[in-house]
């Protein structure tokens, strides 16, 4: 309905919609009225095109904060998000109270617009694009750290599984890497699933006491190789490639070989 709406007002005044029949129809019409008609925009594309039609619907689509919008509609779980970490705002300098009140809109109308567009090109229930690393690895490579991303138990006639070198200090923590599918994701949950050695007489449960989950970046784009490495390097390299933006807290988990869902919290990922 928005490409035929929107062709039918360039067709009849020579490619500029907004002096379609002779005037622009954000001015005339009421803004409760003109809201409703830009709301049923539902790409953040459209409402990219719109802001390019003229200053008065791009100032129109900024005051009344149509990008913000937008997203909570597309992806409610931005407006659950609990911790946000702020890099390099500049400090907005304005020189009286209605500029300042101008230049929030605007900055806020490139924080969701920017939210929008990365999420809509990222959607997918699997924010886990490949394996990257491992701290340890008991046997290599038939107990690799690929095996977490197998959607079943098994891979071919034996099991699917990560297992660590194992530590003699319960202290000592053993981490796995993973890239995500998009440089902009939204984790809602991360779930893990515990080994059932069935190989081993009772069926034991191998399963960490807790988690933890961290969200960063490589230092340096020269470091990302797009190479699996889990043969066992220690948790120092890992320290040293990447810079962690989020730190969730330790979660306990259970001592069985079901799914376990931990990081109830929702928080974006750039």
């Not at 300098?93 to 567009?117: D, G």
């Amino acid at each position: 309905m928005r490409l035929i709406y929107l062709s039918r007002m360039k067709g009849a005044c020579g490619g500029n919609p907004a002096m379609a029949d002779g005037g622009d129809f954000v001015q005339r019409l009421v803004r409760d009225t003109t809201l409703d008609i830009f709301e049923h925009l539902d790409d953040p594309s459209d409402l990219a095109r719109v802001c390019a039609v003229s200053p008065t619907w791009r100032q129109f689509v900024i005051e009344n904060g149509l990008c913000k919008k937008l997203c909570f509609r597309l992806f409610p779980e931005v407006s659950s998000v609990t911790h946000v970490v702020k890099v390099k705002i500049e400090p907005i300098k304005v020189s009286s109270c209605t500029n300042l009140e101008w230049e929030q809109h605007k900055r806020n109308h490139k924080v969701y617009a920017f939210l929008a567009r990365g999420l809509t090109s990222a959607i997918g229930k699997n924010c886990i694009a490949e394996a990257i690393s491992a701290s340890s690895t008991h046997r290599y490579t038939a107990e690799r750290v690929l095996n977490t991303l197998e959607p079943g138990d098994r891979v071919g006639d034996r099991a699917s599984y990560w297992s660590s070198k194992g530590e003699s200090d319960p202290k000592v923590s053993e981490s796995l890497v993973y890239k995500l599918n998009a440089k902009l994701c939204i984790v809602t949950e991360i779930h893990i699933q515990p080994s059932q050695a069935d190989f081993h007489d009772g069926y034991p449960i191998y399963s960490a006491k807790a988690v933890r989950f961290r969200m960063g970046h490589l230092k340096t784009r020269k470091m990302d190789k797009g190479t699996v490495d889990d043969s066992g390097d220690g948790d120092e390299s890992v320290e040293n490639k990447y810079v962690w933006t989020y730190t969730s807290p330790e979660f306990p988990m259970a001592q069985c070989s079901t799914c376990s869902s931990s990081g109830s919290a929702t928080f974006p990922c750039i």
